[in-house]
């Protein structure tokens, strides 16, 4: 069975979201909701995680979590696992809650925060659970906007810094920014791959330093292994001699996981050529 490539990295940032098991309910009363986010509160401390956003719905849950220590792993495990011992307990049943991995995206916050931290307490608006987001209690959406008082695990300065350095006027301009959001598109639009989203300097960061080692996991789907990656046209456009060349031939292969017959083509040389550099390099190593 396939599974999602997961980038992990300290201070890296994630819209994270897991889903009830057949699409059944995670939360059936107020009691679920209130000792999720109990849970919640003693995970985020455990594992030095940061929240900036959350909203909890009917058969799932979304977060905008950063992580200082590159543990969204093992934040999760223990966020789902404990929440299910809990849940099985007290409506007295077994097996699994959530329907198999949880989903994490990773969001370059330089040009997304504000939209992934809006789609987020969107979501009952969009569901038709509420016609405004300070209907729904159970998100992040009213402490940020100075409706309520702010948990001690949630953090809003970082959402509202960036819009005034005025509390109150940063208030009023992200009540505003979430209102002008409600007849807008999804952010998750420009998504690629279903993993990163961010802007093309940031996705090709993310491959360049992140995704290392993933390209030759056959359990991770294709698309994923290599999103980011450099086009053949940029690889190939400062070439000086034919040893930078054949290097680059054995880089686009081996790291970017371009197929020998494709490399060929754009190089102008014989398949069976570029095989022989390409076998000529591991035969050195």
């Not at 995206?105 to 987020?120: G, H, K, N």
């Not at 940020?144 to 509390?167: C, M, Q, R, Y």
Request: aromatic content about 12%.
């Amino acid at each position: 069975m396939a599974r999602p490539l997961r980038i992990e990295f300290a201070g890296a940032l994630y819209h994270v979201t897991s889903r009830g098991n057949v699409r059944q309910k995670i939360f059936l009363n107020d009691s679920d909701r209130i000792g999720f986010l109990k849970n919640l509160a003693y995970c985020l401390s455990l594992h030095n995680a940061i929240l900036h956003a959350y909203c909890l719905m009917g058969n799932h849950y979304h977060l905008l979590v950063e992580t200082p220590d590159a543990n969204l792993s093992a934040f999760m495990r223990d966020i789902n696992g404990n929440y299910t011992q809990g849940f099985n307990y007290h409506h007295r049943r077994v097996g699994h809650l959530f329907q198999g991995r949880y989903k994490a995206f990773v969001i370059d916050r330089d040009s997304y925060l504000f939209e992934v931290a809006r789609y987020i307490v969107l979501n009952p608006v969009r569901a038709k659970f509420v016609k405004h987001p300070r209907d729904w209690k159970w998100s992040s959406y009213n402490a940020t906007a100075g409706h309520t008082k702010i948990p001690e695990w949630l953090t809003v300065n970082w959402v509202l810094d960036t819009f005034s350095k005025d509390h109150n006027e940063a208030q009023r301009q992200y009540r505003q920014h979430v209102k002008n959001g409600i007849d807008a598109g999804s952010p998750f639009d420009d998504m690629r791959e279903g993993v990163i989203l961010g802007d093309e300097e940031f996705i090709f960061w993310i491959w360049e330093t992140r995704t290392k080692g993933s390209e030759k996991n056959k359990e991770i789907p294709r698309n994923q292994r290599i999103v980011g990656r450099p086009t053949l046209e940029k690889l190939f456009e400062d070439i000086q001699t034919l040893e930078d060349r054949n290097a680059i031939i054995c880089f686009a292969h081996d790291r970017c996981g371009y197929p020998l017959s494709m490399i060929a083509k754009h190089v102008k040389l014989d398949a069976s050529t570029v095989g022989k550099i390409a076998r000529r390099k591991y035969n050195q190593e």
